[in-house]
């Protein structure tokens, strides 16, 4: 018959098309730890070339990032992916090492009253520019790019993305090309830690804002060409990879290194992936899971404390649960955890108990401060003394109304934070507190006032989130100010936490306190109270983690600018 | 003819309209972009008083709605907080065709995000369908003209799993055997994440290789039910009396498949593929989130959970004029192939 | 038997004495030649069992008990299914998250039927400019992709609706707002095929007389027409619910689905796949009740839709 030819033919068609579609000959080769090629887009490399490659073998170090930056100036910068690059690409005035100190990067000493940087009563303050520094094609740094920048952080068309603080200078001048005078309106203890991160190039910028009226439609936020790190932008492709490549002009020297390679994955499973492929030579904060893999293919997990910490916030306004306005209470609820379990069990013991909310800078922890035991008979003696006991036998203490002890506890969607939540309602259960756990998006939770945020209106009890102190590394902190309670009037504040007179008095002292000595001092007592009150429940520290390949060579990271060191970085 | 098209085009303005004003009170109401503006920190309450008013996020949402539509450029906005409008808006509005700036990415024109995920978006589509419909139409073919045979019993079983499976378990599925497994089992092994190998650049053999899983992962869901479809019509077009006299004639067997029976069976195809092309442009936003593909499906999932409302809007109204209109034109072409249906 | 005279005559007789078969059983008959979606059926009653059976043979609080030194454990004899990522058992997670998921699609489809036949019936029925507005509302909603508008609509209620007790259980508040999504996200397609058969049968003579008796507006459309339109509503809703089902799974997926520790099947995946070979039993065994459920369904689903439609037959 003449149609029995078809059904074999359609046959071996399907089953060699399913079969190729599922099997691929020739893979591309991952490329292989020790050497290096350049990125060509033109022609594909299947192989890297031999071992006697020719004698200008590039240094290419490749980095993974879990989240791509939505921009690079560094005026609109938001996220911590964004920021950790200014080191390579930009400058700040100070930078910060590996202890988290200050030292000067584009000054020629940190201003203080000892120098006279810093003038008596606080109000002014004066920099020293370096004589050597130059932007990447070689035109000078300048006092009027200091200027500049502060101009355009202040001018309203560019929407930056904060304007903290220069919101408190009352001007800033350039008597010459070398001294930038910065004056204040008043005196301002935190100023050493948040000015100058990062600068703009008047002679890039300037005639971009006088023909748009704004930068923010700027062709160089996105491709800053024109910078004065040691490194420079050469490429970014939207959703796959970024490219630095060494400033010739560096006025510090050579970096060791002559390209950065920037690659964008989208979740922590790809990053260990790449990572223990031998694919990159760092990463960012591995899943703690994926620690024991990573180690057994050679990469080593540096840990650099960074001021974050993971805590608990406590809401004690007045529509909070009864129970949490207790101090009581909250301090049964700080012996009923048992921290360092949760530590070891879900971050394989590789943090620590954080205790205050200033562990990051240790001098500014005093040394009485005693540490929250896990004492779960001394946390339920505390309930009882509060008023709260198991009336009828189900397990929640009740007050002599009848009202249960259920507290309400909200944080945003990351795992190991729904894991802790877990954890902790299973803890608290066993003191006689019961845990409703909530879990939103970032910006729902943190949404506003007005919005009927969560946090904003006090539905939540208590808050689980990472953060540090306002300025670090310098202690100011402003969310516990009583002026930032969100209300109809002032419906962006953001304490979603409670007034305590005395601590908003400190805080306020502490503000304007130009004597270190003296001011530790005040900082010390902000920090007694707050421990004692367990106004904020420390969980445990939350460092940045680095992934370091077996290739890298003196790499130091630092708190603060992570990469401040990293023209020295080398592969060998 | 073309009065229907003109008909159907005006009908088309305002449910498109009707769409804008839905998707945008969604939008507007789902979350703060400028909660998260602080980083890791909370974004300070200056800021934050002064980024709604500077992004326009402080008026009431008609006005919002309102710009987004016809822009600001023919009022003034109040940009420095005193309270008094004086600078004149710059925004053109989505009907003069500006599609706003993103808020996350700030001062990026939508349009200009939009178009750089695009391609990738259409190349990864495009392919799966192709291989889609030539596939569907092979097996669905095959399967009616043996049907009830084992080969038929098998497809149609394995056509009903892959149907009933979620599209992001074939791909966990998939990663596992051919990515994971073929590596530890020293096999040549496919990659898994993105587009191209950033070291070797994005050459076409590169993208293909990165292709074949996020397509299968696509393709097996969807061949599987089409396939089922394609079968149905083709028995429902073989039973039909013009085939038995056509067999009756002595036709040979592969004129009256291909001419006859194939073509009657494909029409109800046409409407189907012409519906899914303009979701085409949405993109697969799971696969594309499993395998790190840099499409429109990925660029939706990390605005909305942003709430960044310009780019979100931009991608949802694309889609929503790409469905109108390829809606016109298949029918337009179901019209044209199918001499019995006129469109007054 | 022999084709003799008397058997014959034998055979016709008991034509006349055995009456004929009512619809229903006639509908149940060539359900039950679909030999798949008998299977279907009992597959379907198997789930059923192995999630509110299994609850009482594991309590809900074993379920939800966390016991980080026990994470990531592999099948074993004190747990078949393996540990989650806190120690939790997931034999009782699936049997406990398969509660959830079926009752999720089950009242999805529930609220998609109701809005569908709703509008349908209300379009087609009264037609003129109700008709019109509520088809291009229908056709507005229809535009966008489904996904896209449930993504969408996820973010806007997330947070909104606090948990609830019901039967004995704690619900997270996100299950209410999926069930509400899904079911408001996929009515349009019945709405359209319940106004087509409105818009017919509304002309028929039956109706015709129905009115000039003066029987009122509802009860011709509860009593007359509705039944008659019957069959694609069931089959809609029939593979509504595997739908339903597998699109839970998806947002869940995205993580926009029902929030923890309640458990469904979908949001057991979710994160799964950073496991993916560290970590195996964390998704297969979700995903392949996943994939049985909804196989079952669109067995019983095809097997209906055969049934009830002689038109589709094909022999």
């Known amino acids: ?572 | 003819m073309t009065q229907y098209i003109i008909r159907r085009l005006l009908q088309a303005i305002p449910l498109l309209f009707v769409i804008s004003l839905i998707l945008f009170v969604l939008m507007r109401n789902a979350g703060d972009p400028l909660a998260t503006m602080g980083g890791r920190h909370l974004t300070r309450p200056d800021d934050r008083a002064r980024l709604s008013r500077q992004l326009g996020l402080d008026k009431p949402i008609y006005m919002q709605y309102l710009y987004w539509l016809i822009g600001n450029d023919w009022t003034k906005m109040d940009v420095d907080g005193d309270g008094i409008p004086e600078t004149p808006g710059t925004r053109r509005g989505i009907l003069r065709g500006e599609f706003g700036t993103s808020l996350i990415t700030r001062g990026k024109p939508v349009l200009k995000i939009i178009w750089e995920r695009l391609p990738n978006t259409l190349i990864l589509m495009i392919t799966a369908e192709a291989i889609i419909v030539v596939f569907s139409v092979v097996i669905g073919v095959y399967s009616a003209l043996r049907q009830y045979s084992l080969m038929d019993h098998m497809v149609t079983t394995v056509s009903f799993v892959g149907y009933s499976m979620p599209i992001f378990f074939i791909a966990l599925v998939s990663m596992y055997i051919f990515a994971v497994n073929f590596k530890k089992w020293g096999l040549p092994y496919l990659p898994t994440v993105g587009m191209f190998d950033p070291q070797t650049g994005k050459t076409s053999a590169q993208v293909a290789l990165h292709m074949v899983l996020p397509v299968f992962s696509m393709s097996f869901t969807s061949i599987a039910g089409y396939s089922r479809f394609v079968r149905a019509t083709m028995l429902e077009v073989m039973s039909e009396d013009y085939i038995r006299t056509a067999r009756a004639k002595g036709l040979p067997n592969y004129m009256i498949l291909f001419i006859h029976a194939l073509k009657n069976a494909s029409l109800p195809l046409v409407t189907i593929v012409g519906l899914d092309i303009p979701m085409l442009l949405g993109g697969a936003v799971v696969t594309e989130r499993i395998f790190a593909w840099p499409g429109m499906g990925r660029l939706f999932l990390d605005h909305v959970s942003r709430a960044d409302t310009p780019v979100v809007m931009g991608i949802l109204m694309l889609i929503s004029v790409a469905v109108v209109v390829f809606q016109l034109i298949t029918d337009i072409t179901y019209a044209w192939l199918d001499p019995r249906i006129r469109y007054t | 038997m022999e084709t003799t005279v008397e058997n014959v005559a034998a055979n016709v007789l008991d034509e006349f004495e055995i009456p004929p078969l009512s619809p229903r059983e006639l509908v149940w008959r060539r359900f039950r030649r679909h030999k798949m979606a008998v299977a279907g059926i009992f597959i379907i009653i198997f789930l059923i069992l192995y999630s509110v059976g299994g609850a009482f043979f594991l309590s809900e609080s074993y379920a939800n008990h966390t016991d980080t030194s026990k994470r990531l454990q592999p099948p074993s004899a004190e747990h078949p299914f393996g540990t989650d990522t806190v120690g939790r058992d997931i034999l009782a997670r699936t049997i406990y998250g398969g509660q959830i998921s079926l009752l999720i699609g089950l009242f999805a489809v529930a609220v998609e039927t109701i809005v569908g036949v709703l509008i349908g019936a209300i379009a087609g029925y009264r037609g003129g400019l109700t008709d019109s507005i509520l088809m291009r509302f229908t056709e507005a909603m229809f535009n966008i992709p489904q996904l896209f508008l449930l993504l969408v609509m996820a973010k806007f209620f997330a947070g909104k609706i606090p948990t609830i007790q019901l039967l004995g259980r704690t619900f997270s508040g996100s299950v209410i707002v999926i069930i509400f999504i899904l079911g408001l996200t996929s009515w349009m397609y019945l709405a359209r095929i319940v106004r087509a058969d409105f818009l017919s049968l509304k002309e028929r003579e039956f109706i015709l007389a129905a009115r000039t008796i003066g029987t009122s507006n509802l009860e011709i459309i509860v009593q007359h027409i509705l039944p008659n339109s019957m069959a694609p509503i069931i089959v809609s809703a029939t593979l509504g619910v595997a739908s339903a089902i597998l699109v839970e799974a998806y947002i869940s997926f995205l993580g926009l689905g029902v929030q923890p520790p309640t458990a469904t099947w979908g949001n057991m995946l979710d994160g799964a796949y950073n496991y993916i070979d560290s970590a195996p039993w964390l998704w297969i065994f979700p995903g392949i009740l996943i994939v049985l459920t909804v196989l079952a369904i669109n067995f019983v689903g095809d097997g209906l839709r055969d049934a009830l439609d002689p038109r589709t037959l094909t022999e």
Request: charged share 20%; hydrophobic share 40%.
């Open chain 1, 1 to 572: 018959m003449r149609r029995t030819w078809l059904y074999p033919v359609l046959t071996v068609i399907v089953v060699t098309a399913v079969l190729l579609t599922s099997c691929q000959p020739t893979p591309a080769p991952t490329s292989p730890p020790k050497a290096t090629e350049p990125p060509s887009k033109a022609t594909p490399i299947p192989t890297s070339p031999p071992p006697t490659a020719p004698p200008a073998e590039r240094k290419i170090m490749t980095i993974i990032f879990t989240q791509e930056p939505a921009t690079l100036n560094t005026v609109y910068s938001s996220m911590w992916f964004e920021s950790i690059l200014h080191q390579i690409w930009s400058c700040w005035a100070l930078e910060y090492d590996d202890q988290n100190e200050a030292f000067p990067r584009l000054v020629t000493e940190i201003p203080s009253t000892e120098n006279g940087g810093v003038s008596e009563d606080g109000l002014t303050i004066t920099l020293h520019l370096r004589d050597d520094i130059v932007w990447s094609d070689g035109t000078p740094i300048t006092a009027e790019d200091f200027v500049f920048t502060y101009q355009m952080y202040m001018d309203p068309a560019n929407a930056v993305a904060s304007q903290y603080p220069y919101d408190h200078l009352e001007s800033v001048e350039a008597p010459d090309e070398r001294t930038v005078v910065m004056r204040f309106k008043e005196p301002f203890a935190p100023w050493e830690a948040w000015f100058w991160r990062g600068l703009l190039p008047k002679h890039v910028l300037e005639p971009v804002f006088e023909a748009n009226g704004s930068i923010i439609e700027a062709e160089w936020n996105l491709a800053p060409t024109v910078g004065c790190g040691p490194f420079v932008f050469a490429e970014w492709e939207s959703g796959s990879f970024m490219r630095f490549v060494k400033n010739e002009n560096y006025w510090l020297g050579e970096p060791k290194l002559d390209e950065i390679f920037i690659r964008f994955v989208p979740d922590d499973a790809s990053q260990t992936a790449a990572l223990v492929a031998g694919d990159a030579d760092l990463g960012t904060f591995p899943p703690l899971s994926d620690v024991p893999a990573l180690q057994d293919a050679g990469l080593k997990i540096i840990v650099q404390p960074s001021g974050y910490q993971e805590g608990w916030f406590f809401n004690f306004r007045e529509m909070a649960h009864p129970a949490v306005q207790d101090v009581r209470v909250r301090q049964a609820i700080a012996m009923a955890l048992d921290r360092q379990a949760i530590i070891n069990d879900l971050l394989l013991g590789l943090t620590t108990v954080a205790e205050t909310y200033w562990d990051g800078t240790p001098v500014y922890v005093p040394d009485d401060i005693e540490p929250w035991p896990y004492d779960t008979e001394r946390a339920k003696q505390l309930l009882e003394e509060a008023g709260w006991t198991d009336t009828d036998g189900d397990g929640i203490r009740e007050d002599a109304n009848g009202n249960k002890l259920t507290l309400v506890h909200g944080t945003t969607t990351r795992e190991i934070r729904q894991d802790i939540q877990a954890v902790a309602q299973q803890q608290l259960k066993e003191v006689g507190i019961d845990l409703q756990i909530f879990n939103y998006d970032a910006d729902i939770l943190f949404e506003s006032y007005s919005n009927k945020g969560p946090a904003a209106i006090g539905d939540l009890d208590i808050m689980e989130w990472s953060d540090l102190p306002t300025g670090f590394p310098d202690p100011d902190t402003d969310y516990w100010l009583c002026g930032q309670i969100p209300s109809d009037e002032n419906p962006w504040g953001y304490n979603y936490f409670g007034c305590d007179e005395e601590l908003d008095a400190l805080f306020g002292q502490q503000l304007t306190t130009i004597d270190a000595e003296e001011r530790t001092a005040i900082v010390h007592e902000i920090n007694r109270r707050m421990h004692d009150q367990v106004y904020w429940l420390g969980l445990y520290s939350d460092p940045d983690y680095w992934v370091v390949g077996p290739r890298l060579a003196n790499v130091k990271f630092s708190g603060v600018t992570p990469f401040y060191s990293i023209m020295e970085w080398d592969l060998q």
